[in-house]
Structures are given as C-alpha cells and as structure tokens.
C-alpha cells in the first residue's frame, strides 16, 4: 500500500511493537478478526494491514473508544480536524487547559476529547477512577501527537478499516458471541496486577476467575484464540500462569525494556505471556525475540 502501519490512539501497553512476533502463530485463515479488548485496536490495524482476515470486529466496554472508533473509521476528516482544533488550543505554559479538556469529557463524553487527553496525559497511561471518570493527570513534558501526524494516522486507520468492520460496544463475551471456528479472537485484558487490589486503572475490572470462565467456554465452542495476559519486568511478575486445563500453549514474548525501568534509569526488559488456544498449532519455539530492527517490522 505504500503507508506506514497508522496507530492514532497510543495506548500504553498497545500491542504494536508485539504484532511482528504474534503474526507467525495466527492462523492462516480468518474469517472475522475479534479484538473484544480493543483500545488502540493495534493487532486489528496490523491483521487488517496484512489481509489477515476479510472482516474485523472491534469491540470494547468503554463506550467513549468506540464510539472515538466510530469517528476515526467513519469520518476521519472531521475527526481530524476536531483532534487540530483541541491540540492548538493549549499552550506549554498552561496546565490547566489539559484539566478543563479533562473535566469536559467526564461531563460530555466526546470521543475527541478522549484521544487528546490519552496522547497528552502520563506516559500515554489512561486511567479511570470507579466511576468511569479519566484521572490521569497531564505529561508535562510534551505536547502530545502533533496534528498533521494525527491526521495521517486517522486516514490511515480509516483506510484499512472501513467497510468491513464492526464496533461492538460491551463485555468481550458479549461482543465475541457470535464467533465460530473459522474466526479468530485475539484478547488484550488488563494484567491481573492492575485489575485487582489497589492499583485498578481501567473503566472495567476483569476477574481471573471470570476471564478462565470465559476462556473454557470458547474452548468449548472450538473458537480460536490467543490471549496477552500475564508477564514479568526484571524479577516483577504481572500474575500467575493460567491453568493447564485450558490446554494452552505459553509464549514468552521479549517486549524490550519497559518504558517505567527507561525512567528510572534501569535496564529491566519486558517479557509478555502469549497463550494460544489448544486448537491451534503450536510453534516449536516458545520464546520470541523482537525482530532485529523494529522499524522494518512496523514499517509496511
């Protein structure tokens, strides 16, 4: 195509520099691509960009990204051109327009204001108190995507993902219910470790009793999946490994050093779990080095 792989929400913790070694372990023949834990869609906009599959489902239970979906796949002009308007709008010397963009979005819910406050807020890190408002404060280190990088990126994504893609706002067994064997579901949920006890950041928590619950009732319907869940930094661990009743196989994904230990000034790497469905073929390898050069991987 000519384009550079488009990524217009930067999530922390987006599966965009992960896509190059979970590629090789997918099947190869999707009928729908599932992404029922969407955020920035990263694997979807990768599948899509690859022809991995002929249709796509984003779904999400914050009903802010897809609707902020709905807006980048349907109207990226406008939706661009809204993301420009905001942007220019602040100043570095004015933290406070990042609060009032803030305040506006927990009281109107715009969709716009939500991608600029993921780009501009700590470390790309959203956060959501329990009742669904954004908390994160402001990075006061940059100004955030830039609007003519943005409106590539919103064209870009529009471009791969019109029509033949469905947003489906909800519970990621609500949104993945009509999947079948010839489909593929690939599930991003929060870490254990910021799911449960003090440090829950997400607008919805995810129980890891639920989420085998779950798992065990896409086996049940021969429903190809693979799962991003658990990992370690350094000697961190993010949560225990899933049961073996599943009967999937565990990849270990070298992510490189994580964006917290580049802060502190340390050299902890990154290793993410990958869990593949029993129904899949397993690779003979289940440890994964990052491509040599990851421009070339990200890069179309």
Avoid at 3 to 12: F, N, S, W
Avoid at 80 to 101: C, H, M, P, T
Avoid at 232 to 239: L, N, P, S, V
Avoid at 258 to 280: F, H, M, P, R, V
Wanted: glycine share 6%; aromatic share 8%; with cysteine.
């Amino acid at each position: 195509m000519g384009r550079k792989l488009p990524h217009p929400i930067p999530y922390q913790g987006s599966k965009r520099k992960l896509a190059p070694m979970i590629h090789p372990v997918l099947p190869a023949e999707i009928e729908t691509f599932y992404e029922p834990f969407a955020g920035s869609a990263a694997m979807t906009l990768y599948a899509a960009h690859h022809r991995l599959a002929r249709h796509f489902v984003i779904g999400d239970c914050l009903e802010a990204i897809i609707e902020l979906w709905r807006s980048i796949i349907d109207a990226p002009e406008q939706t661009a051109n809204r993301y420009a308007e905001i942007w220019k709008g602040q100043r570095e010397d004015n933290l406070d327009y990042f609060n009032s963009v803030r305040d506006r979005y927990n009281n109107e819910h715009d969709p716009v204001d939500l991608l600029y406050l993921i780009c501009r807020c700590v470390k790309n890190a959203v956060r959501f108190n329990a009742k669904g408002m954004f908390t994160q404060s402001v990075d006061k280190r940059r100004l955030g995507m830039a609007p003519e990088k943005m409106a590539d990126a919103i064209e870009g994504a529009s471009f791969l993902l019109k029509g033949k893609t469905e947003l489906r706002k909800g519970d990621w067994l609500s949104t993945t219910s009509d999947a079948n064997p010839e489909d593929f579901v690939y599930m991003d949920p929060p870490y254990l470790g910021t799911t449960v006890g003090r440090d829950k950041r997400y607008h919805q928590q995810l129980e890891q009793d639920r989420l085998i619950a779950g798992l065990k009732s896409l086996n049940q319907r021969d429903i190809r999946f693979a799962l991003s869940y658990d990992g370690m930094t350094g000697e961190k661990e993010y949560g225990p490994p899933l049961p073996d009743h599943l009967s999937m196989t565990r990849l270990l994904l070298h992510a490189g050093r994580s964006s917290q230990a580049t802060l502190q000034g340390k050299a902890d790497e990154t290793i993410e779990s990958l869990y593949l469905s029993g129904n899949l073929q397993a690779p003979e390898k289940t440890v994964f080095e990052q491509p040599k050069s990851l421009q070339q991987a990200l890069a179309l």
